[in-house]
């Protein structure tokens, strides 16, 4: 199984600032006959399900605000908030798609500072 | 706007079949691989398995020998049945779609429903 880690575990940042959120896979994701790193970021707000911010590791999708973007390739991988907003708060996880098992990391918990 | 709606029954008892079913509305069933994925209460989330609208499957070893996922395209619906159950399956259930051609990152999610097992 393909193990992702992400760092830190919880995160606080003040309103404005930038976030920061890694993961790092057990083994590359990415796929070399087409160049695409496998990797997902999802958000999770209490009480909701997660919703998809990123694929192939910088394809933000439709309706997601430009101040997420996801950046890395290989094994290190990063999820970045330019300017916190307060609607950001929530626990963000990854997840490879490269081979089965899928795996998520443990998730990364942001809250305002 | 495709949307997912997880049914089932809310308790199970231990050692019994936890059965739950994914009504897909707002788009066909068809020529996407659908999955599941449960949470534990205030925990990460896990994936089950995922089934191809044909049929073919793929499941997580760590479940593999509990679990099988089945999918009807008459009814636009796909189910899950987990077996010998334990209080370790206590968790909110996901149903999502999963990919086209092949099964990459989950782009539409059900709302999620708990299941508690206990006597």
């Known amino acids: 199984d393909i193990v992702m880690t992400q760092s830190p575990d919880s995160l606080a940042v003040s309103l404005g600032e930038r976030a920061t959120i890694n993961c790092k896979s057990s083994?590359?994701?990415?796929?070399?006959?087409?160049?695409?790193?496998?990797l997902a970021w999802y958000q999770q707000k209490p009480g909701q399900p997660p919703k998809l911010l990123i694929s192939?590791?910088?394809t933000r999708e439709s309706g997601v605000p430009d101040r997420f973007s996801g950046s890395g390739s290989g094994t290190d991988f990063t999820l970045t908030i330019s300017s916190l907003q307060a609607e950001d708060v929530a626990v963000y996880y990854c997840?490879?798609?490269?081979?089965?098992?899928?795996?998520f990391g443990q998730g990364t918990r942001l809250e305002i500072k | 706007q495709v949307q997912l709606q997880e049914s089932g029954p809310g308790l199970v008892k231990p050692s019994e079949t936890l059965s739950l079913t994914c009504t897909v509305s707002?788009?066909?069933?068809?020529?996407?691989?659908w999955s599941w994925i449960r949470q534990p209460p205030g925990k990460g989330l896990e994936w089950i398995g995922y089934?191809?609208?044909?049929?073919?499957?793929n499941y997580n070893p760590s479940l593999k020998s509990r679990v099988t996922i089945s999918v009807d395209t008459s009814k636009n619906q796909f189910s899950l049945k987990l077996n010998s159950v334990t209080a370790a399956d206590t968790a909110v259930y996901y149903c999502?779609?999963?990919?086209?051609?092949?099964?990459?990152?989950?782009?539409?999610w059900g709302q999620g429903t708990l299941v508690t097992v206990s006597s």
């Open positions: 999502a779609r999963v990919g086209a051609a092949r099964p990459y990152y989950f782009d539409f």
């Open positions: 707002g788009g066909s069933i068809s020529n996407y691989y």
């Open positions: 089934i191809y609208y044909s049929g073919s499957n």
């Open positions: 083994q590359s994701v990415l796929y070399s006959s087409n160049n695409k790193n496998y």
């Open positions: 192939w590791a910088s």
């Open positions: 997840q490879q798609y490269y081979g089965a098992p899928i795996t």
